[in-house]
């Protein structure tokens, strides 16, 4: 599976940017997909992942209530909508696959795109 996410850029604060990752290689509709974004000089940290079948989806605090993982099987996409940005978001953002239903830690996720670069100025 070969993943590509696009959809970065720079906006201010508060306002809104939305992800997309798209697949190629094989279909995303049997894989839980994620989310993480790596902060300058930090770590990579997870953001959200999705079921496979979009029912189920889980978030990191701090970005609950203002991101939003979906995903559409038939166009093989998954997006993350991000609302309400702020400057702490300014990160380069990762989408991944797991074989496994959902999952939370990048050690379950076995494909990984090349990543996007979101810039949230203040």
């Known amino acids: 599976v070969q993943l590509q996410a696009s959809g970065g850029g720079l906006v201010q604060a508060g306002g809104s940017l939305r992800l997309s990752c798209t697949a190629s290689g094989r279909t995303l509709s049997t894989y839980g997909m994620g989310w993480f974004r790596q902060p300058p000089g930090k770590e990579r940290e997870f953001v959200a992942a999705?079921?496979?079948?979009?029912?189920?989806?889980y978030y990191a605090d701090s970005v609950k209530g203002r991101f939003t993982i979906s995903r559409d099987n038939t166009k093989n996409t998954v997006y993350l909508q991000m609302n309400s940005l702020k400057p702490e978001d300014t990160a380069v953002y990762y989408c991944?696959?797991?074989?496994?239903?959902?999952?939370?830690?990048?050690?379950?996720?076995?494909?990984w795109g090349q990543g996007t670069l979101v810039t949230v100025s203040s």
């Open positions: 991944a696959a797991t074989v496994n239903l959902l999952a939370i830690h990048s050690p379950e996720y076995n494909y």
């Open positions: 999705i079921r496979w079948y979009g029912d189920t989806t």
